[in-house]
């Protein structure tokens, strides 16, 4: 008959051996080091890297495409792998598998953060290298001013809008009409982080930070003379661009939230551009934030492809790309311009990234990166094409050609690989 107690004591002895012939990784020689890290895909060579010192001394961190596009593997929201892909080397590779990224769309970025949107309409941040995730507010908790559906009844929270929607329509309804962009703080941690979200028919803007359980109303409700157009965070601040492409930026770090106005609007009846006053550009562009270290700011506008009518018929299509620049040191209004100071900027969904051209092999001047959305009325699809446009030669360039990879339903967004 087996002694229970006997067979314990031999499993404890067991593990006790275990334990004290457990290598140590550190006393690994250095060579050896180097050549595993040289076989280990990029995202986990960075983890291994920051190991210890003697570890990050020894691996050949080979330089780091960036930024990169990260792209869902699957058409649907259940996968838990993605693709990153760097469109001017053509390099990509394949990061898998992420739990936390079943069932969920990315609704913004900043650095190697996500902010992610699961089917609950939970929100989260989530560190791709270290797996750390930060629980955000529900989206449910968003003040609403104006329904993204036609709807005879008067609602003033989505719990309201939601009654009234299918269940399985909740998750589209959100991330199709309600949920345009989620920015936030740099090396946010869960006792310590600030987000700002852009949602919305006419979009509007709402924050929360550490400690909040919901998302608190920002800025000026749709029902007055302009909405939001985008969003950005930028050393310590968070800024706004409006449809009236005024600036406005927001300290949020203390008890009550800051407002301060930046730029003024466009005035109505001024050319900035041959035949191009600030009515036509307020009306028929997309706008798109940026902030360089040295405190310059940028506004990127991109045609929304809308046929301009006068009284007197139909007017010539204006450009279709405008970039104007400011220093709110010394103006605090817009002027176009041809220079960024030989910069490459990266929007989307994304907080903004603005990096020297000098650090993106074979590229050179200043040049804007986007997505185009599609849609593809055939297939019932929308087909993502990402390009680049070249300032100061106006030229317009594709890479969805050569990625070779689909970039349909899942949005792509401009992503970094780092561990902060």
């Not at 087909?383 to 949005?411: D, M, Q």
Request: proline fraction near 7%; aromatic fraction near 14%.
């Amino acid at each position: 008959m087996e002694n229970p107690s006997i067979t314990s004591v031999i499993i404890l002895n067991s593990q006790e051996d275990s334990t004290m012939d457990r290598p140590n990784w550190s006393l690994l020689p250095l060579d050896i080091v180097t050549l595993i890290s040289e076989e280990l895909p990029l995202p986990h060579r960075i983890c291994f890297h920051a190991t210890c010192n003697a570890w990050n001394f020894a691996t050949l961190l080979k330089p780091i495409p960036s930024p990169l596009l990260l792209v869902h593997n699957d058409e649907s929201e259940h996968s838990d792998s993605c693709m990153f892909i760097s469109p001017i080397s053509e390099y990509f590779f394949t990061y898998f598998p992420i739990p936390e990224l079943y069932g969920t769309r990315c609704v913004g970025s900043n650095a190697s953060w996500l902010a992610i949107l699961d089917e609950q309409l939970d929100v989260s941040l989530l560190n791709l290298l270290t797996t750390t995730r930060i629980y955000l507010p529900s989206f449910i908790t968003l003040p609403i001013y104006n329904p993204p559906c036609e709807s005879k009844f008067s609602v003033t929270s989505f719990n309201d809008l939601l009654a009234y929607a299918p269940n399985n329509y909740r998750f589209k309804i959100f991330h199709d009409f309600v949920i345009k962009k989620v920015v936030f703080s740099s090396k946010p941690a869960i006792h310590s982080y600030i987000a700002m979200t852009l949602y919305g028919n006419d979009p509007e803007i709402a924050y929360t930070k550490a400690g909040n359980d919901k998302w608190i109303f920002l800025g000026a409700p749709s029902t007055m003379e302009y909405y939001y157009e985008d969003i950005m965070y930028h050393d310590g601040k968070f800024y706004s661009i409006t449809s009236e492409s005024e600036v406005q930026a927001f300290d949020l770090s203390g008890d009550y939230p800051v407002m301060m106005l930046l730029v003024e609007r466009l005035a109505h009846n001024i050319e900035y551009l041959d035949k191009i006053s600030g009515s036509i550009i307020n009306d028929l562009y997309n706008k798109y934030l940026a902030c360089s270290s040295i405190g310059e700011m940028f506004l990127f506008l991109w045609h929304k492809d809308h046929i301009y009518y006068s009284k007197n018929g139909i007017l010539p299509r204006p450009n279709d790309f405008i970039l104007m620049k400011v220093k709110p040191e010394t103006s605090h209004h817009w002027a176009t311009t041809k220079d960024m100071g030989n910069m490459c900027l990266f929007i989307g969904s994304n907080n903004p990234i603005l990096i020297p051209t000098k650090d993106l092999e074979g590229l050179k001047g200043d040049n804007i990166f986007s997505i185009e959305t599609i849609p593809d009325e055939e297939v019932g699809q929308y087909t993502r094409n990402v390009g680049y446009f070249n300032v100061k030669e106006e030229r317009c360039e594709g890479f969805s050609e050569s990625l070779k990879s689909p970039l349909y339903l899942k949005p792509p967004i401009w992503f970094t690989l780092s561990l902060h």
